[in-house]
């Protein structure tokens, strides 16, 4: 019935009401995705490995909402690391690039702040600035983000993965984390 409330702990245990047409977050937005600190050895090559990942469940994403992911990462040495955030079916390397990044070897940081608009069952935009350089980066490092991409259908489970591959072989010490990540799940008020 229109109204009504649930908690749904696959979303972080937020609650969502019933507007009649669909299930959202009650309070405007809620975190569904926090993890502790996930960290790349100097054991992990140079292909592109998935470090983070949530699964939002089958048709828990809506038209007109918003993913919001504040995120940034560290590295200790003078290696050069690439990575993606990546959203799709599969939950590997496979699935469509949101965001791609770069950090060279005289970087120690880099994170952005995304939001992303689901715009169709199978679209989702970046909102605000996706230019390298662009306002919200923390540090360094260089970005690409696309406008408009094609996704799988949100009726279906997706998963939202964030990886990192060395730029060139690791050596002995070498390590990159993943300091933050934080997935909101938002809607128009």
Same mark, same amino acid.
């Given at each position: 019935?229109?109204?009504?409330?649930?908690?749904?702990?696959?979303?972080?245990?937020?609650?969502?009401?019933?507007?009649?047409?669909?299930?959202?977050? /009650?309070?405007?937005?809620?975190?569904?995705? !926090?993890?502790?600190?996930?960290?790349?050895?100097?054991?992990?090559?140079?292909?592109?490995?998935?470090? *983070?990942?949530?699964? $939002?469940?089958?048709?828990?994403?809506?038209?007109?909402? $918003?993913?919001?992911?504040?995120?940034?990462?560290?590295?200790?040495?003078?290696?050069?690391?690439?990575?993606?955030?990546?959203?799709?079916?599969?939950?590997?390397?496979? #699935?469509?690039?949101?965001?791609?990044?770069?950090?060279?070897?005289?970087?120690?940081? $880099?994170?952005?702040?995304?939001?992303? *608009?689901?715009?169709?069952a199978t679209t989702i935009r970046r909102q605000g600035g996706g230019n390298a350089g662009d306002d919200?980066?923390? #540090?360094?490092? !260089?970005?690409?983000?696309?406008?408009?991409?094609?996704?799988?259908?949100?009726?279906? /489970?997706?998963?939202?993965?964030?990886?990192?591959?060395?730029? *060139?072989?690791?050596?002995?010490?070498?390590?990159?984390?993943y300091r933050q990540f934080v997935v909101r799940y938002t809607h128009r008020l």
């Amino acid at each position: 019935p229109v109204w009504s409330e649930a908690v749904v702990t696959d979303m972080g245990n937020i609650k969502f009401v019933n507007n009649g047409t669909t299930w959202l977050p /009650a309070n405007g937005s809620g975190v569904i995705y !926090a993890p502790t600190t996930a960290a790349m050895s100097d054991s992990t090559g140079t292909t592109e490995t998935v470090m *983070l990942q949530y699964q $939002f469940p089958a048709a828990s994403l809506a038209l007109d909402t $918003f993913i919001e992911i504040d995120w940034s990462l560290t590295k200790s040495s003078a290696q050069g690391i690439t990575g993606n955030l990546r959203l799709g079916s599969t939950g590997t390397i496979a #699935d469509a690039s949101i965001a791609a990044f770069t950090m060279n070897t005289t970087h120690t940081s $880099f994170g952005r702040m995304e939001r992303y *608009l689901v715009e169709s069952a199978t679209t989702i935009r970046r909102q605000g600035g996706g230019n390298a350089g662009d306002d919200d980066n923390y #540090d360094g490092g !260089a970005n690409n983000q696309a406008g408009t991409v094609t996704i799988p259908n949100i009726s279906g /489970a997706l998963y939202l993965s964030a990886t990192a591959a060395w730029t *060139l072989a690791a050596t002995g010490g070498d390590n990159t984390k993943y300091r933050q990540f934080v997935v909101r799940y938002t809607h128009r008020l």
